[in-house]
Nanobody, 122 residues
Framework: QLQLVESGGGLVQPGGSLRLSCTYS????????IGWFRQGPGKERERVSY????????YYSESVKGRFTISRDSAKNTVYLKMNSLKPEDTAVYYC???????????????WGQGTQVTVSS
């Protein structure tokens, strides 16, 4: 059974950094994607970033481009989202999700983690 567990959220001041982790287990697909999504208070869910395998192609939304970096440690089955220069508008619950590349890129992924809260405030 596929499982995703996020960690690394917390409270940070504007301009600060956090690194989120998404550890996944239970699947052995050859072609898949891992994505980071977020939902802020009163906002719709936003696709923030993703990485697809085996190519390793990545995507970033315009709102985070240049500040966030997605990466993977294959030995640990973990995908990271390094977030720099955080802004109050980055405050949200961040979720990682997994599915085939098409679903991660433009669809509704089937597999989700429980979410981790990120709060950017002084």
């Amino acid at each position: 059974q596929l499982q995703l567990v996020e960690s690394g959220g917390g409270l940070v001041q504007p301009g600060g950094s956090l690194r989120l982790s998404c550890t996944y287990s239970g699947f052995t697909w050859d072609y898949y994607g891992i994505g980071w999504f977020r939902q802020g208070p009163g906002k719709e869910r936003e696709r923030v970033s993703y990485i697809v395998f085996p190519d390793g192609n990545t995507y970033y939304s315009e709102s985070v481009k240049g500040r966030f970096t997605i990466s993977r440690d294959s030995a640990k089955n973990t995908v990271y989202l390094k977030m720099n220069s955080l802004k109050p508008e980055d405050t949200a619950v961040y979720y990682c999700a997994a599915d085939g590349p098409g679903m991660i890129i433009a669809g509704e992924p089937h597999y989700w983690g429980q979410g981790t809260q990120v709060t950017v405030s002084s």
